[in-house]
């Protein structure tokens, strides 16, 4: 039973995270205009790549990642346009948000939480919600972009706290270690709130597609989604895959079990599952090649 001290306390602790928040600044204009773009029935390849062209880092980044193993495709790649159109729309969304998003949190000097693990986890979990998609395409229409950019962004909560609360979340984690507790109970232990819950606040500031909303919410929570469930439950099951192989914060790091209904909704079998499993390993080193041309 938490003490009335106790009690002051969380919420003061949770006051100044909500606070805090307040002071984060918006996504940068290109990303919100190119959101809108991605996001219109009527946008086309060229609305996209005279856009994107007004940053030069961003063109960069684009080509490198068009022409790199990651997306194997097969044919050299020298402008912008030709990217957009070979890489799509949710590819291109999938770069410029992990760009932005990397260096908008590129500080503090202090962390509560090892960046390059939290970003090794984010792209592992991206591409192994890729790969379910992928090898489940002919039963379900999802996009497999989709749900890589959802999987890069799915714990973007963790750097709301790192940024804005530094003290009150090293005790979070330490909470975590200390007790082999999942980190979101010991964010809500300790903060009062959960990097689930500042992602819906983050994804109202920033104006995020749904998809991405949901995905940050209920990503450990599946069962609670009345929407998109399906990309929800891929995030998830992605999310846990990327911690049972290794990509964690730290290397005890409290790994949860699926949600029990994960694989009855994306109707995943022992063997699928296995075959997943595989695919993930066989491509988990190309995850620093993305994490080396987006940074």
């Not at 909500?18 to 609305?47: G, Y």
């Not at 957009?84 to 939480?113: D, H």
Request: hydrophobic fraction near 40%; glycine fraction near 4%.
């Amino acid at each position: 039973m938490i003490k009335s001290s106790e009690s002051e306390d969380l919420r003061g602790r949770y006051q100044r995270v909500i606070e805090n928040i307040d002071n984060l600044p918006s996504l940068p204009a290109i990303v919100t205009k190119l959101l809108q773009i991605v996001n219109s029935a009527d946008s086309s390849a060229d609305d996209a790549a005279v856009l994107i062209q007004k940053d030069p880092a961003l063109t960069s980044k684009m080509i490198r990642l068009a022409n790199s193993a990651f997306y194997g495709i097969p044919r050299s790649i020298s402008s912008v346009n030709s990217a957009v159109v070979i890489l799509g729309f949710n590819t291109i969304r999938s770069l410029v948000l992990s760009a932005s998003v990397m260096k908008m949190f590129s500080g503090p000097k202090y962390q509560a939480i090892n960046k390059e693990r939290f970003w090794k986890h984010s792209v592992v979990c991206a591409m192994c919600a890729r790969i379910i998609v992928r090898y489940f395409m002919n039963i379900r229409m999802m996009d497999p972009e989709s749900a890589f950019c959802a999987g890069i962004l799915h714990d973007i909560g963790k750097l709301i706290f790192n940024e804005f609360a530094y003290e009150d979340y090293m005790d979070a984690c330490e909470y975590a270690r200390k007790y082999s507790v999942p980190l979101i109970e010991a964010e809500s232990r300790m903060l009062g709130t959960n990097h689930a819950e500042i992602g819906k606040i983050l994804s109202d500031k920033w104006a995020l597609p749904l998809d991405l909303e949901y995905c940050l919410v209920y990503h450990h929570n599946p069962g609670g989604a009345d929407n998109i469930s399906e990309l929800v439950a891929t995030v998830h099951l992605a999310d846990v895959i990327a911690h049972q192989i290794g990509a964690k914060l730290w290397d005890d790091e409290y790994c949860e079990d699926e949600w029990e209904n994960t694989r009855t909704l994306l109707q995943i079998t022992d063997d699928d599952f296995k075959k997943i499993m595989n695919t993930v390993s066989e491509n988990l080193e190309r995850s620093d090649e993305f994490i080396n041309i987006i940074t």
